[in-house]
């Protein structure tokens, strides 16, 4: 028994354990399985570009499922074949099978054998359904005209698309007729004795020329290959016909070419000559003689150019003579110096020229590339000064194409990120880690980059298209980078970049300490009044509730007096510590001057701050300071009133603090004030 190992096989039944029985049998057997137990599934299944070969399908699925039906709905969405699987075999089931496909059934619990032979007796008749189907589509859409007929009546038994369309019949017209009824030129005896070669084996083709004739009378010419083959235990015959006109067409239109041809090849800004096997010139243009500084078309034809002593000397007559016995192409370029004194740079591309596999001579087509090669020579030079500027910068620094080509870098370069000239500058800088995902898909599914492949902060074609330097700062390596890319050319440009992150760190560090109080780490007075200021803009758009709290260390004086400033010191570190640790994020702890200390806190009422104040009050009095013991400070509490500046809140708050002192001190007092409108 033939096995068809990896197909993959669609299991629909409602059982699990019948599905599984199964699939273990056809999985010793070599299919791979998989399983579906209702419509929704069975048909994401096949929908699926990994779907079946084969669907093994209970007729009975259960829950009102119809096996049949869900099988003739699958087979409109693709073509699967379907093998239905059934616990008997009664009439009414094989109605149900014979209605909806044509690869049968196998009964549930019949022998291994029988379910795989079944299993792939269906894949091998599929796979026959579908050739046929190909073929049959081959023939109906072939664009020639295919004719087949039977050899004795000659009676037409399938005529394609193509000739129908032509001719200008139908098919059941055409059922009646005989090629002799196309073939105004044919009569019987004339055709029969093209058949004989055929009919006889003494040929295994016929063909020739004749017109046929379309229903609305009109003729045209065609070229009939007959052949005859066997179907179905009788002989016939196959008429594929090529309509003439349309290359009698093609070769009119190719003297036209070819005409055309000639006169573009005269005014061509290239020079072109042929020879024939001998080196004799055959055709040569008029840029030819400027190229080569001849004087004249008649003195270069009189040049054999596998002997001609300046072909010689340049290695252009052994080129030649090697395109001539070998049947080969060859191109090259070549210092020229002509026996008329002119001094050139050619690229000279030879071809041979065969008639039937026989080289019957070349054509050369010469480009004068002398101003190419000064320019590639300038270029080369101006690499070589880029190159040794690129080493006076001190950060790393490439040379890059338009296509992302390292052509040069610097020392810093090759060290820091491992970059080799050669290289696209995204391969070696990061290996593709910061390309947008339509090029990285592109090189991870082909291995070969997209034309254009850059990163998404490249900015070298727009310096390129401005011929400007472009600068911006790019995140990249753990770092901040100050790049650049300054246009040298119009394809070639310097790409370099300065790491500025310890410059990004010192300057966040300036900014953190000029807003910081340097004694106790909480903010100043001037950060606070900008937060102030910001957090009162924002309670008059949004009309939330806005608090401040003031606190004044008591007897300040008498602990720098009694323990000294430094212990004064820790006193104040101490308290600020205490504070932060209860305040949210959003509250803004600053040092106000000396021992006093601001809190704003945003979304919070007077009443609120009013409890927050009273609980750092209570901390802090009871709080040890190593040195110095217990101290206590004065409260004030206030919130926004509508129409208050930063100056009329810092006013109040303060009256309310130094009425908590005024009350005997460690102690809160609070203005309470109406929700703003």
Known sequence: MDMIPGKRILIVEDSKLQARITADILSRHGYSTDFADTAEGTLKKISSPEGPDLILMDIDLGEGMNGASLAKHLQQIKDVPVVFLTAMSTPEVLEQVRKVARY???????PEQVLVSTVEMALKLHE?????RMYRRIFEESLTEVYIFHLKTLKFLAVNRGARENLGYTMEKLREMTPLDLKPELDFPKFKALLDPLLKGEQEKVVFETVHRRKDGTTYPVEVHLQQFEHMGEKVGTAVVIDLTVRRRMEEELVKSRQEYLELAEDAPIGILKCDRRGNITYVNQKVPEILGSPSIEETKKINLLTFPQMIKFGLSQRLEDCLQNNRSDTYEVHYESKWGKKVWLRVHVKPLANKNEVTGAQMIIDDITQKKRLEEENRRREERLRLMLKG?????????????ILAQNKAAAELFGTKEGDYCWQGIHGGEYLPKEYREAIEKTGVPLP??????CRGDEALAANEPVNSEVEFAEGVWDTWWVPQGEDVYVHY???????KKMEEELYRVSITDPLTGVYNRRYFIQTLEQEIERVRRSGQP??????????FKNINDRFGHALGDQVLKAMAASFKE????TD???RWGGEEFVILLPDTTAEGGALLAEDLRRRLSQMEIPGVGHVTASFGVTGYMPGDTVDTLIQRVDDMMYQAKGKGRNCVCTCTAPPPS
């Open 104 to 110: 049968g059934y196998v009964l549930k619990g019949a």
């Open 128 to 132: 026959i359904i579908s050739q046929a």
């Open 393 to 405: 910068i001190p950060s790393p620094a490439w040379l890059i194409s338009r296509e992302r080509r």
């Open 452 to 457: 254009g492949t850059k990163c998404y902060f």
């Open 497 to 503: 970049a300065v790491d500025v992150t310890r410059y």
């Open 546 to 555: 806005l608090s401040l709290i003031m606190v004044d260390l008591d007897h």
């Open 582 to 585: 209860r305040l949210r994020k």
């Open 588 to 590: 803004c702890l600053a």
